[in-house]
């Protein structure tokens, strides 16, 4: 029921919304569609959750960052798998940080799909008015622009998994202090990637990659709106509107051992 509901147009959600207020016996007016596209591209939208948790309001934060696509308009997945993909295919680019303690979303940039995720990056640390103890990011962010970005915030560990044939950027003879990108390195060939990413906790990171999953299984993976300002907002409103889920609850999860 929740899914189908966000997923309807604006048009069929006015006509949802008279019947549902008519049903209850509620005399309250219901803004017509063109009103509500019309206020959704200056929309300001916050993503601060309606009642925020009593806990831990000022300790540092593990960031927890990704991006993902979602879709104005284009083909769908089978046909662009046995034909190609078409002319007209285009997607908006959401990247978002995340509190991986509370599944919060903390920050939420909005680009078009030929911003990179390094390039987004200062975006989302701009938002971000708590310490961060450490931030978590895949593959894509390994460049030393990002390094320096989440340095110039203050973060303490950045788990970011380096490419395969990385080499040393900093070595020992250097004079300036030694690059956290090099340090993971340095870990990663001692331990083994797989035990540093244990060790780092960068396997937290799925806490972002559940909360896109979350946000597009919950209110769908397209956009209807036209404008790239409305475009951006709507997605805004849907991480929004996930904050308020998960501050109402949150299945609690625990290891369990095979006796």
């Known amino acids: 029921?929740?899914?189908?509901?966000?997923?309807?147009?604006?048009?069929?959600?006015?006509?949802?919304?008279?019947?549902?207020?008519?049903?209850?016996?509620?005399?309250?007016?219901?803004?017509?569609y063109s009103t509500l596209c019309r206020r959704r591209q200056r929309l300001a939208c916050r993503l601060a959750a309606a009642a925020p948790r009593p806990k831990a309001t000022a300790e540092p934060l593990h960031l927890v960052i990704?991006?993902?696509?979602?879709?104005?308009f284009g083909e769908g997945e089978w046909k662009?798998?046995?034909?190609?993909?078409?002319?007209?295919?285009t997607w908006r680019k959401l990247h978002l940080a995340v509190n991986e303690k509370?599944?919060?979303i903390v920050?939420?940039?909005?680009s078009d799909p030929e911003v990179?995720?390094?390039?987004?990056?200062?975006?989302?640390?701009?938002?971000?008015?708590?310490p961060i103890d450490q931030a978590s990011l895949d593959g894509a962010y390994d460049q030393g622009g990002c390094y320096d970005a989440l340095a110039a915030y203050g973060a303490k560990h950045v788990a970011i998994p380096p490419r395969r044939r990385a080499r040393i950027w900093c070595h020992g003879n250097c004079k300036g202090p030694r690059h956290p990108r090099d340090e993971n390195l340095r870990?990663?060939?001692?331990?083994?990637r797989a035990k540093w990413k244990r060790q780092s906790g960068y396997h937290r990171r799925s806490r972002a990659e559940m909360t896109f999953f979350r946000l597009k299984s919950t209110f769908g993976e397209r956009l209807s709106a036209r404008s790239f300002s409305g475009q951006g907002n709507e997605?805004?409103?849907?991480c929004a509107a996930l904050n308020k889920l998960t501050t109402l609850g949150m299945p609690q999860s625990y290891a369990a051992i095979a006796a």
Not at 235 to 238: A, S, V
């Open 66 to 72: 990704d991006a993902s696509g979602f879709k104005v």
């Open 235 to 238: 997605m805004f409103i849907r």
């Open 80 to 89: 662009v798998r046995q034909h190609g993909i078409g002319k007209r295919r």
């Open 1 to 32: 029921m929740l899914q189908s509901f966000f997923s309807l147009p604006l048009r069929a959600l006015e006509g949802f919304s008279r019947s549902i207020l008519a049903l209850l016996g509620v005399d309250l007016p219901v803004p017509d």
């Open 102 to 104: 509370s599944g919060q």
């Open 187 to 192: 870990k990663i060939r001692k331990l083994g």
């Open 116 to 130: 990179t995720d390094g390039e987004a990056l200062p975006l989302l640390l701009a938002q971000v008015e708590r």
């Open 107 to 110: 920050a939420a940039a909005a």
